[in-house]
C-alpha cells in the first residue's frame, strides 16, 4: 500500500514570499490533516478536512495560511507572505476516519530567512 | 495548544533494559494514541487506547490508561538500540493533540 505522498521534501524562501505544500494521501482515507511541527515540539494540528470539506481549522492562521483539498483527494497548504517564525516541518496526515490512527508523509522542511 | 505532557522530556537507557514514558492530559478523550518520530521513518503510529481500555499490548509494547487520574504510559520492553527516537503521545477529542514528546537514546 502506497503511502502518504508530500512535496517538495525542503523548501527554503525569503520572508514575505509565498509557498506552496503538496499532499496525495492514502487511498480511500477520508479524513485529511496538515500539522506544523516546530523543532523541539509536537506536531500542531493547523486543519482538517473530511472528504473535501473542513472539519477544524480553528488553529490555522487564517491572514496568511490557506488549504483546500480538492475532489476529496489531493491537499494544498499555502503560506502568503511567509514569516520567519514559519519555518518549520509542515507533515501531512490521512486516516480511514476520524479519531483512528493516522499515517504520516515525510513532511516539508521549510526555512523563511 | 498541546493538551498531553509527555514526562520525562529526556531518557537514557542501555541495550536490554526497560523504558517507560508517561503522559497527562486535561480534557475528556475518545481514545489516546502513542507515536514514534525518528529521522529514517518520521511519525509513525504505535498504538491506540481507546476510553474504555485499560492497558493494551503490541509486540514488546504496554500501554496502560487511567481516565481518572488522565495519564497513560508506554512501556517499552528489552528496548534495542532502533528504539532510539522521541515518542509522543497524542489525545484524540475533537482532534488529535500532541505533546511534546519524550527523546528516547538506547545505547549498545
Known amino acids: 500500500e502506497a503511502g502518504v505522498a508530500q512535496s517538495p521534501r525542503y523548501k527554503i524562501i525569503e520572508k514575505r514570499q509565498s509557498v506552496a505544500f503538496w499532499c496525495n494521501p492514502i487511498s480511500g482515507h477520508a479524513t485529511l490533516y496538515w500539522y506544523q511541527q516546530i523543532l523541539g515540539q509536537g506536531p500542531k494540528l493547523l486543519i482538517q478536512f473530511q472528504n473535501n470539506g473542513v472539519v477544524d481549522d480553528s488553529q490555522l492562521p487564517k491572514d496568511r495560511f490557506s488549504a483546500e483539498r480538492l475532489k476529496g483527494v489531493d491537499s494544498t497548504l499555502k503560506i502568503q507572505p511567509a514569516k520567519l517564525e514559519d519555518s518549520a516541518v509542515y507533515l501531512c496526515?490521512?486516516?480511514?476516519?476520524?479519531?483512528?490512527?493516522?499515517?504520516f508523509g515525510p513532511g516539508t522542511r521549510l526555512t523563511v530567512l | 495548544s498541546q493538551q498531553g505532557e509527555e514526562d520525562p522530556q529526556a531518557l537514557s537507557i542501555q541495550e536490554g533494559e526497560n523504558a517507560t514514558m508517561n503522559c497527562s492530559y486535561k480534557?475528556?478523550?475518545?481514545?489516546l494514541q502513542w507515536y514514534r518520530q525518528n529521522s529514517g521513518r518520521g511519525l509513525v503510529h504505535l498504538i491506540l487506547i481507546r476510553s474504555n481500555e485499560r492497558e493494551k499490548h503490541s509486540g514488546r509494547l504496554r500501554v496502560t490508561l487511567d481516565t481518572s487520574k488522565k495519564s497513560s504510559s508506554l512501556l517499552i520492553t528489552a528496548s534495542r538500540a532502533a528504539d532510539t527516537a522521541s515518542y509522543f503521545c497524542a489525545t484524540a477529542g475533537t482532534a488529535l493533540i500532541f505533546g511534546k514528546g519524550t527523546t528516547l537514546s538506547v545505547s549498545s
Open positions: 480534557t475528556s478523550i475518545n481514545n
Open positions: 496526515a490521512s486516516s480511514f476516519s476520524e479519531n483512528n490512527e493516522q499515517f
